[in-house]
């Protein structure tokens, strides 16, 4: 599931630790092996998650740089033609940080507005506006700059 045998062995080990202190939880309604795997399978998609956001915050930083560089820029018909297929344009969604998609998606494709947002999230109107904002400037990076930037 990891395609890493260093993650993999971690996530076992982790697995094991919670079966052995969460076994007084096992209600024996399934076999113990089972339960186990399920421990571990869940263990797998925990790492998976981190990983990916992990790798997310890290391409958003890259990103943020290129614009801070005042040479920097993109062509605009690139960006144009990328945003005519439904498939590049999710790819490109979901190479933003979890925050910056939300922002996004809910106020660039669903027409919320930044406040209610704000209040969805429980984040300041602030913290959302720089959410926006970068994540619009990472999606059409990602977009003028095609699959390298994928995830």
């Known amino acids: ?20 202190v969460g076994r007084e939880k096992f209600r024996g309604e399934a076999d113990a092996c089972s339960w186990v795997q399920r421990i571990c399978i869940n263990t797998c998609q925990d790492t998976l998650r ?38 590049v344009l999710r790819r490109a969604l979901s190479g933003l940080t979890p925050a910056q998609n ?24 602030a913290t959302v506006k720089s959410h926006l904002r970068r994540g619009r400037q990472a999606l059409v990076t990602a977009l003028a700059e095609g699959a390298e930037w994928g995830p």
């Open 1 to 20: 599931m990891l395609g890493d045998q260093a993650e993999a062995e971690d996530a076992v080990q982790d697995s094991v630790i919670k079966a052995l």
């Open 50 to 87: 981190r990983r990916n956001s992990t790798q997310n915050r890290d391409l958003a930083l890259r990103r943020e740089a290129l614009w801070r560089d005042p040479a920097y820029t993109v062509d605009p018909e690139r960006v144009a033609v990328a945003l005519e297929d439904a498939r």
């Open 102 to 125: 939300r922002a996004v998606v809910l106020h660039d494709i669903e027409g919320w507005t930044e406040r209610e947002i704000a209040e969805l999230a429980g984040l300041p109107l």
